[in-house]
């Protein structure tokens, strides 16, 4: 079977993945969707029966997965799946619709409305754009006073997506949180992100270490893959003295080099055998 990988770049994650179907018996096609297109006509034709998405830019995620979807491709992940995970508020309300425990979030749409929603919370809270990963523009503010710098920042940006204000309680992790991955019908694997600094992303330095695999965390795992209309999926998890795993985000596109170098699991062949349905 010819399976194509549409990427933006080719990172240590897409090499393992183009490995991984080769071992698995199949071709991989690489498709860099920076030099190629995407055919919306009757004609159209895709060079591959199922296509891995992993663009970067969660915009370019999305619309070729569902130019590949109008063309009969089999898409992991599914572009309705891409679209719930690219946005955090429509995350939060499909885990709370579910009934998956998640910090308390509200959102706001004007700065009067984000300062009443923060006093609701309390003090301190976390600020986070609706899109975006990294924990790129992920701000605490501990009073009302830098919630107001915060947000006006945010409001001069000419973009409407930072005049939507999510705001989370802000969840005192025990020096780290953990990244998950796994699909509505499995537990893959986890690991612990550690750090001294409140955002624990491996992106921003985090140490990540190999997480307990208990029944707990395994069973939430796949209530949230399912909570998002299934997927090959990445979830940050953080854990709470009284209420237990929280989920925080999930990811649709999620790196995994560092958890596959601690844990040992191959998650890339995992990929690869989820997208082929034999998992």
Same mark, same amino acid.
């Given at each position: ?9 080719? /990172?240590?994650? !897409? ?7 080769? !071992?698995?018996? %199949? ?25 891995? *998405? ?7 995620? %999305? ?39 998640? &910090? ?47 947000? !006006? ?6 973009? &409407?997506?930072?005049?939507? %204000? ?5 969840? /005192? ?23 001294? %600094?409140? *955002?624990?992303?491996?992106? /921003? ?33 953080? !854990? ?40």
């Amino acid at each position: 079977m010819r399976i194509a990988l549409v990427y933006e770049r080719l /990172r240590e994650e !897409e090499r393992s993945i183009l490995k991984a179907i080769e !071992e698995l018996g %199949h071709e991989p096609i690489p498709v860099h969707i920076n030099s190629n297109f995407m055919s919306l006509s009757t004609d159209r034709v895709f060079p591959a029966d199922i296509a891995i *998405i992993r663009a970067i830019s969660a915009t370019k995620a %999305h619309s070729s997965a569902v130019a590949l979807e109008s063309m009969g491709v089999k898409v992991i992940n599914a572009s309705d799946v891409l679209a719930t995970c690219g946005n955090k508020l429509t995350t939060t309300a499909k885990l709370s619709e579910a009934g998956i425990p998640t &910090p308390k979030t509200m959102v706001a749409f004007s700065l009067d409305g984000a300062l009443k929603a923060a006093k609701e919370i309390g003090y301190p809270v976390v600020v986070k754009p609706i899109n975006g990963s990294w924990g790129r523009l992920v701000s605490l503010a501990e009073d009302e006073e830098d919630l107001r710098t915060i947000l !006006e920042h945010r409001e001069a940006i000419p973009s &409407p997506y930072y005049r939507i %204000h999510y705001i989370q309680e802000f969840i /005192r992790k025990p020096g780290r949180d953990i990244r998950a991955y796994g699909t509505e019908k499995e537990f893959v694997t986890a690991i612990y992100r550690i750090s001294d %600094h409140w *955002i624990t992303n491996t992106a /921003r330095g985090a140490r990540a270490e190999p997480a307990p695999q208990n029944p707990e965390l395994q069973e939430l795992v796949v209530r949230t893959a399912r909570a998002m209309g299934g997927g090959f999926l990445g979830m940050d998890i953080a !854990e709470d003295e009284e209420r237990g795993l929280l989920v925080l985000e999930v990811n649709a596109v999620t790196e995994f080099k560092n958890a596959a170098r601690v844990t040992g699991v191959n998650i890339a062949r995992e990929l690869v055998s989820y997208a082929l349905g034999v998992s």
